[in-house]
């Protein structure tokens, strides 16, 4: 049996590093980017730029060719160090390349101020200090905040009286963003105890178009795991193949209490999640099967409304006319800013939650590769 030593908070230290920035908040969160991959000029700029909740002060990238490019392209201006971007925001957002991650983000929370990072979360070190100084330190993790997952969310809370004791990703959902996603039906609250995990790998008899266009053997390779949870337990299951094979139907999230049930999901990979939607409570004995009605307007999901019993998600971001992706997103960076304000904050997701969704899949890669189960020790 391994064992895999879980986040140990009990030592800290006072932040030493922090900067001296008084500057003042006002309408707009003043923002900085540290690291412009693909994420900031894709998604989070263009995101910001159609909010009028934020105010993007600059940048700062190490690599001076990658800092160029991104300044001549976008015109956001450019800044010489980390510190000097400091001094002149709010709030600080990492999205930097994962092998330089960790680096960074130490680098982000010891100046003090209020930092969002970019996912996977694997400084245990940056998550002690932002508690020690009690300073707000997020997560970009927008999973659990799909339209799909808000509505679940809403269900859960009004019709299921019982907590969730089981979550499955059935293939829908990826690595730590699946583990996000299933911890937010149970809880965030519980701790993972131990998981057992095995992988499977078949040959598959037809060949496919990998990542870079080449046409290759296609294996039907699976990982199947098992999280113990303190009250909960969570199943799951994913398999590369569920993107290049079609007739692998029905890939699902699945949330069970003693007293309902809850499936979302698609009939395959180039589905919707909104081709399986069944919700299901226990109300005076008999059985609710919810009739669940979606609309939507182009890309944009404007509304989801249980038709049985009238409950009603509606999109805070219609007007901006985003994607699933996109409004999730903005659900996270409003959190993010609503959390600095010390205002209703749905949308944040803490780093040290982040942090445990990491840790548990690393114990879950852990366990299948070793082939034993992993406990994991909270001190």
């Known amino acids: 049996m391994a064992n895999y030593n879980f986040l140990d908070f009990s030592k800290s230290n006072p932040n030493p590093s922090a900067i001296n920035n008084t500057l ?9 980017f540290i690291g412009v991959e693909k994420r900031v000029s894709n998604q989070l700029l263009p995101l910001l730029a159609k909010s009028n909740n934020f105010e ?21 201006p450019t800044f010489e160090t980390l510190h000097s971007l400091a001094e002149n925001v709010n709030a600080l957002i990492v999205c930097v390349s994962q092998n330089k991650l960790e680096e960074i983000t130490d680098q982000a929370v010891k100046t003090g101020l209020p930092v969002l990072v970019e996912t996977p979360v694997m400084s ?7 508690q020690q100084n009690n300073q707000v330190f997020g997560a970009i993790e927008q999973w659990p905040f799909l ?28 690595d730590y963003h699946a583990i996000a996603q299933l911890r937010t039906y149970v809880g ?4 993972p105890l131990n998981v057992k995990a095995t992988h499977i790998s078949i040959e598959a008899p037809f060949n496919h178009k990998n990542n870079s266009g080449e046409v290759v053997n296609t294996s039907d390779s699976w990982d199947i795991s098992h999280v113990q949870l303190e009250n909960a337990v969570l199943v799951h299951n994913f398999s590369y193949m569920c993107k290049t094979a079609p007739f692998r139907k029905m890939q699902t999230l699945k949330c069970i209490t003693a007293d309902g049930t809850m499936i979302s999901g698609r009939m395959n990979s180039h589905g919707s999640d909104y081709e399986i939607l069944e919700f299901s409570h226990l109300s005076h004995e008999e059985t609710v099967d919810s ?53 209703e904050a749905t949308g944040f997701y803490p780093a040290r939650e982040a942090l445990t969704d990491t840790a548990i899949m ?6 299948i590769a070793s082939q034993k189960s992993v406990e994991f020790k909270h001190q």
């Open 24 to 32: 003042p908040i006002g309408d707009k969160l003043k923002v900085g």
């Open 56 to 76: 993007v002060v600059g940048f700062w990238e190490a690599d001076k060719i990658a800092r160029d490019k991104f300044h001549n392209e976008t015109k956001v």
């Open 124 to 130: 245990v070190q940056a998550v002690k200090l932002s």
């Open 147 to 174: 339209p799909i997952e808000q509505f679940k969310l809403l269900y859960k809370d009004r019709f299921l009286r019982t907590s969730a004791y089981l979550a499955v990703n059935d293939c829908r959902s990826f």
């Open 188 to 191: 965030r609250d519980q701790l």
């Open 291 to 343: 009739v669940i009605k979606v609309t939507r307007k182009d890309n944009t999901t404007i509304e989801i409304k249980d038709e049985v019993t009238g409950l009603t998600w509606s999109n805070p971001y219609k007007d901006l006319c985003l994607n699933d992706q996109e409004t999730a997103l903005m659900t996270v960076v409003d959190g993010f800013r609503n959390k600095i304000l010390g205002k």
């Open 362 to 367: 690393t114990g879950i890669k852990t366990a």
